[in-house]
């Protein structure tokens, strides 16, 4: 077992060591953050040949693709904030009634008479600064309060949601402002708006994670908060910070849920905890902490979203899709770790 | 092929490969029934590694072991355990949250149909601490809670509970006080006159003089000597062997302190309100301050307190002139104060990280320009100061988990180093560090120092404390019974102040 | 919004009867799934509303919940408490049917909504909507509209697959089609929220590049759905809803939509199921009837609403 | 109320250790198990309160006491088991899923012709078969597959509901079988049946993980795996036992949801992840492994039903609830983490 651990240990080297210390050739290079994710990406060429073979150019099709894409943007944007806040050794399952509940508010705004004549853009900064503040009190009750995060956002979940109850007074509220729903239903060279979204969140977490300060921290926070305070880290303004950037993504993608069905609800978001984590897990950061890969990330929300395209295009029963994603998600995972270990070796 | 009948263990040729490292490239050695085998080696020259083959915890790549003539293979740790082989390791594996008795029979219970014997338990876990000297510690405590000295004691006691024939120890003085060490050694004694054997690891070459009967050297996962006489060898040559070099002068020669040197460093009146109080003390410009007391005496939590890891009570903290903000570390860093603190696993490091990532850490932003870091850089500086202090094995983009403990020392005071410290603060700064290494520690500590460093110093080494401060402040329960130049005060009179009303 | 009068029902235009005159005090618990979707929040507001209406009725609504469990304890509650009636719109039939049957046994009058018990002993009087004939109304409605296409493509959007309901109305809608001749080529299952509709949809929109009908079980996760068939820029289809929101109902009013047409299942059973109740209590009848007793089973028709007729609809219609 | 709780508790509560080594006046009072449940104890009397208060003696009645416990029990079952995982070092998400599916399968059994001739008996041991099977599985996944807890069980859940699914074919299956409901339905010395196995099981929970060779190597397990495997703990065993217990626990608890409900159905269980792991948690079990507490488990699920005890009893608005819910949560958590510092626990 200790080999493994080693094996493990090694396979959290954020890079490749370069140079003259790892001559390794081939090992070298799948040990590099592609090579990291060789598993994931295998798993998703399988799925997308499957998708191929049984649907042929149904699923071969720019705008099949388009559509994975647009339906993996909403919850990519969450889980690339959620990679944050595991990788800092936290966790958050109000993630979707944060999505809720900033969808109700921004969406009340609109839906009042006073915002006709106020611009869609108010809707957007309603939004993100609803689920920023969520973020941000769930990060105080954590990293202050010094509730365990599980609890606390548990409790958040119920609180968020039942706010958005209220609030919308469990009506589903319709968008129709004009503006808004031409700019995020536009796209820019055949790329919707909200894949562009996505696409610019996972670029700026991959940089914000791998080459700030800010995500070393991150990193030195979830891997081991006592050396990382003792190390002169304020470990749990650290923590707040990243509860809140998770919850500035939630209201972005509060927004993007927004355009998408052109209305605000409180069932928004439904189960995006689960969604969302298991993304990231399955992408390869640790639950534990200290350990975070933003590319893993994408993959895994990748891998689910075509996951229930392909079953459609197949018109599979929800109960057999349950059972086969079971076991697909098995499979990735241990391919992602066969492949994994080889390459730390 | 058979060994001699008089060994009771027997190595040949092993070999034990870790992704990257070859820990063990060929060791041979053999232990006879009764005798205190020491195993002497440079930080990461693969004893603890040989350690976890014999022990079962893990298999080796090639080579033989032959357990009292017959080859064997253990498995696993239950296997050895069986054999009569039982193993101190040198990162105390004890499960925080369980019982100090509970953690003794660990995997061995005591039970009737699956059912604990705790009284039963209790017992045998008093006798055994008793047996150590240690009385004060129940079996009831968490074991979490105990010092690291406690723990200690709690793993010899494990270890002795499994009655075995074979009895490994792996750096087990490294936390001890002399007291406790004198204590370990007559246990070991009365183990060997009833035949057990011991193979004893540490880099105190005094204690393998007085303790052991035979020697074998690692270097680089080798056997480079082995059957030495522990009385007879000579220093100069346990340490060429080790190191391939020769040393001579361990502890640098002191510059006196400038008189007018500034206070770079004043605690007043500082006390945390339960475990110490009225702690005074100046550090000046370019000064070593040792702090001496025994283990449990409070020079952690001082430490801690002064750099506002934990909150004082009462007193202030001044550095250069400015009071510190109470229970901030951030406070203390900015103001140029930096800690190597006491478990450098659990305090100290990010063990799944790469090298240079634990040295950065508390620079960061001087490599960043608007948050956003120079990676090369970072591995640049970090690559100059692993080189200086003689990481082994090189390469700045290693996990930290891989690297052997005195090794792991480094990567910690490398921090500091390259944060360029007004105020060092060192908790045990040389605990499971090589011989070589820890001249070349004192060394950079000295040059520190002279390059106008305040640095405050705590080890259980009392010849460490002497040879390397240039005053000494000695505690006893939480209070300064003394505070003088270390020339005017020798070994016997500080070990007399610390135990006083101890021993009585 | 759901404003009581037109929660009132059908019954409500005509003689101000006896039966709305305050009699003695009827205290009535509710209980009914978690709200998290439209039409069961609607079903809420609506019993709400109802029991506001009367100076007589106190209602009690507990916390909804999708757990049996809970459920069931709730309804132990009302039993301890010893109210008048309750009013039970269970999550799962059968699994409330033995603590329904305490209470029936503990004197209390149980009106059993929407989704039926297994036991005719358990409820005094039930209040269904009719799942199957509304998969059977939008099913003729699209065999009409589609007479003599043979090769027509019809798609289904389900709601949560794992009810019996939801069951229900695709046997209907694949009975219904069968006569005619189609059969369901795609079928998808939403979770009743416009979310889940707009994600299903979407990939609907891809698994079939031509359709020619779609039947949406729910008008809440339509509002979804027509998002997403908005987003694909697609319009060869015409499209049938749910339920009946108010939202869909004006769509079809303005014929500027895909929805042709909605089925109605009407969120105002709860509301019957407390009148009922009351009546019950009170020991009156129903109004237009001859029968001195409350009927055992009162089975709501699931009419179509299309342009036609969504005037006469609308004022009853839930706001999703 | 309070009392009859107490009572329960006082069950399962370890006797304070007696005698000279712990002479610490009331701060060693109040490191004892007792104290160190004081947080959740003052919770669960405040909320008594409450209800006493609001709802008089429609609450404080032997009735309304026994419907709590009555809610108590089929969820408590699986957090007892599931205190075991946690405690371990693990986490399940699947429970819900594994009760519905030992619910379905038992009652398939009991619904088809073949078994009108067997004994009711014959539903429990199918039950606690597919339960304990489940759990096989996921503690196999994990501990020799090694895939992360989180991921192997999400995985599982989807499959187990999927396949619940399609084994009932997505009906209420209903069972009639005469001396089954009877058993369940009755009542020793005024007590339910229901609640004297929730009891029994919480007592037995208890001496497991407190008194016998298991309980201790749990402990090691999840505090310090590395240690325990150092120790000789065969970790990998172990930890497939623990998954185990708990989908017994599940299979149980199937047993007793079918005995409620007169039903197995794919829909039972539904969030009982969730529930089970906030009730753990809640009562103080580290999420990270290592510490756990049964009688903490037992305080958060009495603390969890009797608060929708009392919003059932009060004809609170919904949403007004769930956001009430949040908060209760979070104050019971700092009320018990500030009264457990003080106590030096
Ligand atoms: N789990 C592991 N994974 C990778 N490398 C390892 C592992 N354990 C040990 N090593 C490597 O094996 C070598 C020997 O380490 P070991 O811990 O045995 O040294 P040591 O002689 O005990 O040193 P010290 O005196 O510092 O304790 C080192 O180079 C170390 O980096
Ligand atoms: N978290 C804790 N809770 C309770 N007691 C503790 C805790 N940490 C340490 N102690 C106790 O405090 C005492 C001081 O331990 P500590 O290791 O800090 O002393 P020290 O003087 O720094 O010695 P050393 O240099 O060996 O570390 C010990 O007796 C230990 O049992
Ligand atoms: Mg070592
Ligand atoms: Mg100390």
């Not at chain 2, 010899?156 to 024939?165: C, E, K, P, T």
């Not at chain 2, 283990?295 to 001044?318: C, F, N, P, Q, W």
Request: neutral net charge; glycine residues 12%; contains cysteine.
């Amino acid at each position: 077992m200790s080999e493994d651990t080693a094996a493990v240990a090694a396979h959290e080297q954020q890079r490749a060591p370069v140079g003259k210390d790892n001559g390794r050739g081939i090992s070298g290079l799948l040990a590099s953050p592609a090579g990291r994710n060789t598993g994931l990406v295998v798993a998703l060429v399988l799925l997308c040949l499957g998708g191929v073979v049984t649907a042929g150019d149904r699923f071969a099709d720019v705008d099949n693709l388009l559509t994975i894409l647009r339906l993996a943007a909403v919850i990519g944007v969450v889980s690339v904030g959620m990679t944050f806040v595991i990788t800092g050794g936290g966790i958050d399952l109000s993630v979707g009634a944060i999505v809720a509940l900033s969808s109700v508010w921004a969406t009340t705004l609109a839906t009042q008479g006073i915002a006709n004549d106020t611009h869609w853009i108010v809707i957007v900064f309603t939004a993100l600064l609803v689920g920023g503040a969520c973020g941000l009190v769930n990060g105080a009750l954590i990293a202050y309060g010094r509730v365990v995060a599980f609890i606390a956002t548990l409790a958040s979940l119920a609180a968020a949601r039942g706010l958005a109850e209220i609030i919308s007074n469990r009506k589903t509220q319709i968008v129709n402002v004009p503006g808004f729903a031409a700019f995020f239903d536009a796209s820019v060279l055949g790329v919707p708006v909200l894949v562009v979204i996505f696409a610019a969140v996972a670029v700026a977490g991959w940089v914000l994670l791998n080459r700030t300060t800010f995500g070393r921290r991150t990193f030195a926070v979830g891997g081991n908060p006592e050396a990382a305070r003792l190390a002169g880290i304020d470990v749990r303004r650290h923590t707040v910070m990243l509860y809140t950037l998770l919850g500035l993504c939630c209201g972005l993608a509060a927004v993007m849920l927004v355009a998408r069905t052109t209305t605000g609800s409180a069932t928004h978001g439904g189960l995006y905890e689960l969604d969302a984590i298991a993304a990231v897990v399955i992408g390869g950061t640790l639950l534990s902490g200290g350990r975070g890969t933003i590319a893993g990330t994408v993959f895994g929300v990748l891998i689910f979203t075509t996951l229930s395209n392909v079953f459609t295009l197949n018109n599979l029963s929800i109960s057999a899709q349950a059972v086969a994603k079971g076991a697909i998600i098995v499979v990735a995972v241990l391919l992602q770790q066969r492949l994994a270990r080889r390459s730390g070796a | 092929m058979t060994a001699p009948a008089a060994a009771l263990l027997s190595v040949r040729g092993l070999v034990k490969r870790f992704p990257g490292v070859t820990a063990l490239q060929g060791v041979d050695f053999e232990v006879r029934a009764g005798e205190v085998h020491c195993l002497l080696g440079q930080n990461g020259a693969g004893k603890s590694t040989l350690i976890k083959v014999l022990s079962g915890a893990h298999r080796p790549d090639e080579g033989e072991i032959y357990w009292r003539g017959e080859l064997v293979s253990f498995g696993n740790p239950t296997a050895a355990m069986r054999s009569g082989v039982a193993a101190i390791y040198q990162e105390l594996d004890l499960v925080a949250g369980l019982s100090v008795a509970d953690n003794v029979f660990l995997g061995h219970e005591l039970s009737t149909m699956g059912f604990s014997q705790r009284a039963e338990a209790r017992r045998r876990t008093r006798a055994l601490l008793d047996l150590l000297g240690h009385p004060e510690i129940s079996p009831d405590r968490d074991v979490g809670q105990l010092s690291v000295a406690h723990q200690q004691v709690v793993s010899m006691a494990r270890a002795l509970s499994l009655d075995g024939q074979l009895l490994i120890m792996d750096e087990p003085s490294a936390v001890l006080d002399p007291d406790e060490v004198r204590v370990l050694f007559g246990v070991i004694r009365e183990l060997t006159a009833r035949g057990v054997a011991v193979v004893y690891i540490s880099h105190r070459l005094a204690e393998i003089r007085e303790i052991g009967d035979r020697v074998t050297v690692l270097k680089d996962g080798r056997t480079v000597a082995t059957g030495l006489s522990a009385r007879e060898v000579k220093t100069s040559e346990l340490i060429a062997l080790m190191t391939g070099r020769v040393l001579d002068n361990v502890f640098p020669d002191r510059k006196p302190v400038a008189p007018d040197a500034p206070e770079v460093l004043v605690v007043r009146g500082l006390g945390d309100g339960d475990r110490f109080r009225d702690v005074d003390f100046t550090v000046r410009s370019g000064e070593v301050v040792g702090l001496a007391g025994l283990v449990g005496s409070g020079r952690s939590e001082i430490l801690e307190t002064v750099y506002g890891a934990r909150k004082a009570a009462d007193g202030t903290v001044e550095v250069n002139g400015r009071a510190l903000r109470r229970g901030s570390v951030g406070a203390a860093v900015r103001a140029g104060m930096g800690l190597c603190p006491e478990e450098r696993k659990s305090q100290g490091l990010l063990l799944d990280q790469a090298v240079y990532r634990n040295i950065t850490v508390s620079s960061l932003s001087s490599f960043a320009r608007f948050g956003f870091l120079d990676d090369r850089a970072e591995r640049a500086r970090s690559g100059r100061l692993t080189e200086a202090l003689d990481v082994r094995p090189a390469g700045v983009d290693r996990v930290v988990r891989g690297l052997s403990g005195g090794n792991q020392q480094k990567v910690v005071l490398a921090r500091w180093l390259l944060r360029e410290c007004r105020v060092l603060l060192l908790d045990e700064p040389t605990r499971g560090v090589d011989v070589g290494a820890r001249s070349e520690i004192y060394e950079l500590i000295r040059e520190l120092a002279d390059s106008g460093v305040a640095v405050v110093v705590v080890s259980s080494d009392i010849e460490e404390v002497l040879g390397l401060a240039d005053r000494v402040l000695v505690l006893r329960e939480g209070r300064v019974v003394h505070d003088g130049p270390a020339d005017e005060i020798d070994e016997s009179r500080v070990l007399d102040l610390v135990m006083e009303g101890h021993a009585a | 919004g759901n404003t009581p009068q037109n929660q009132g029902g059908g019954n409500q235009g005509g003689v101000k009867v006896a039966n709305d005159e305050p009699g003695k005090k009827v205290v009535i618990g509710f209980s009914a799934p978690a709200a998290d979707h439209g039409w069961m929040a609607a079903i809420t507001n609506a019993a709400k509303a109802e029991a506001g209406k009367y100076s007589d009725v106190e209602l009690r609504v507990v916390e909804g919940t999708n757990d049996v469990n809970l459920q069931i304890s709730q309804v132990e509650t009302f039993i301890n408490d010893k109210v008048d009636a309750i009013v039970l719109l269970p999550f799962d039939g059968a699994a409330l049917t033995p603590v329904a049957l305490k209470a029936m046994k503990a004197g209390i009058t149980v009106i059993n909504v929407d989704r039926e018990f297994d036991s005719p002993f358990a409820a005094r009087s039930t209040v269904l909507g009719d799942n199957h004939g509304m998969g059977v109304s939008a099913g003729n409605y699209v065999c009409e509209r589609l007479k003599g296409k043979t090769d027509a493509v019809v798609a289904e959007i389900a709601g949560i697959d794992s009810l019996p309901l939801t069951q229900d109305r695709s046997r209907g809608f694949a009975e219904a089609l069968a006569s005619c001749g189609l059969k369901v080529s795609n079928r998808v299952a939403a979770e009743f929220t416009v979310e889940s509709g707009e994600k299903a949809a979407a990939n609907l929109l891809q698994a079939a590049r031509r359709i020619d009908a779609i039947w949406n079980h729910d008008d809440d996760q339509g509002v979804g759905v027509t998002a997403a068939i908005k987003n694909s820029g697609r319009n060869e289809f015409f499209m049938v809803g749910g339920a009946g929101s108010a939202n869909v109902m004006r769509e079809i009013k303005a014929d500027n939509g895909p929805h042709k047409a909605t089925v109605i299942y009407p969120s105002t059973q709860g509301a019957d199921g407390i009148r009922l109740a009351r009546l019950v209590v009170q020991g009156k009848s129903l109004g237009d009837l001859v029968e001195v007793e409350v009927p055992r089973q009162v089975e709501l028709y699931a009419p179509v609403v299309t342009k036609d007729n969504v005037d006469r609809y609308l004022p009853t219609a839930f706001e999703s």
